[in-house]
């Protein structure tokens, strides 16, 4: 009955590796976001999808590629693991609704990123 | 650019005080967004509300009340009779209409203790 899922929930690697974080959303929406939240708690958008296609790319590394296989997913794959990426990445998703422009997002529960 | 302020970076009560989490927004749009989500020491990010520009009735959900003052661009939050299950980092969060997809900004969250 998980509306929001993620995995895994902890990552521990060494930087330079590649590593990968995946998101499944189980509410029918087709918008999916990735956010970063630092050490400081501050929460920052880094990508959206709505209906697998890229719609918000903030400033944000090449090192980091999210993939969408179908709208229910929204994968982050990050090269090269650098000691800053440490971090929580939390998945989110809304409903675009024409009307409602400004849905609810839902987000996962967060995966903590320890780069060692 | 817009922008939120959550000027209080920690507050500590005692359990049964009444406790209020100011929010400071700044937008140039006349139509956007305002959420409050909880963060407990779990991890997760809850959405405990979502109000749009056009709507400054106060709500009230149980313990929790919400305050919206479009003249001094504020949504503060009040906890009544404070528990320690309320212990948490709480977050407004502004998305405006007019960026087509919704995207939040989130402020830097408030660090709330709720001691027994």
């Known amino acids: 009955d998980t509306a929001v899922s993620q995995t895994p929930k902890y990552l521990v690697t060494q930087m330079g590796n590649d590593k990968s974080i995946k998101c499944e959303q189980n509410?029918?929406?087709?918008?999916m976001y990735w956010y970063k939240q630092d050490s400081k708690k501050f929460l920052k958008i880094m990508f959206s999808y709505n209906n697998k296609e890229l719609i918000i790319n903030e400033t944000v590394p090449n090192r980091f590629s999210p993939k969408s296989p179908d709208k229910a997913h929204l994968n982050l794959h990050i090269n090269s693991l650098e000691l800053g990426d440490s971090a929580v990445y939390f998945c989110?998703?809304?409903?675009?609704?024409?009307?409602?422009?400004?849905?609810?997002?839902?987000f996962g529960p967060g995966t903590r990123l320890l780069v060692l | 650019a817009q922008k939120v302020t959550q000027a209080q970076t920690e507050i500590s009560v005692v359990e049964k005080e009444d406790v209020t989490l100011d929010c400071v927004y700044e937008t140039r749009d006349t139509t956007y967004y305002l959420f409050w989500y909880k963060q407990p020491p779990s991890g997760e990010l809850v959405f405990l509300i979502r109000?749009?520009?056009?709507?400054?009735q106060n709500e009230i959900s149980g313990r929790y009340s919400w305050n919206f003052q479009k003249s001094t661009s504020s949504f503060n939050f009040t906890i009544t009779a404070s528990q320690v299950v309320d212990s948490a980092v709480y977050f407004c969060a502004l998305s405006e209409a007019n960026s087509g997809y919704s995207t939040l900004t989130f402020g830097k969250g408030t660090m709330l203790l709720v001691s027994p």
């Open positions: 989110a998703s809304s409903q675009k609704v024409p009307s409602v422009p400004q849905e609810t997002q839902y």
């Open positions: 109000r749009n520009s056009f709507d400054e």
């Open positions: 509410l029918g929406h087709d918008t």
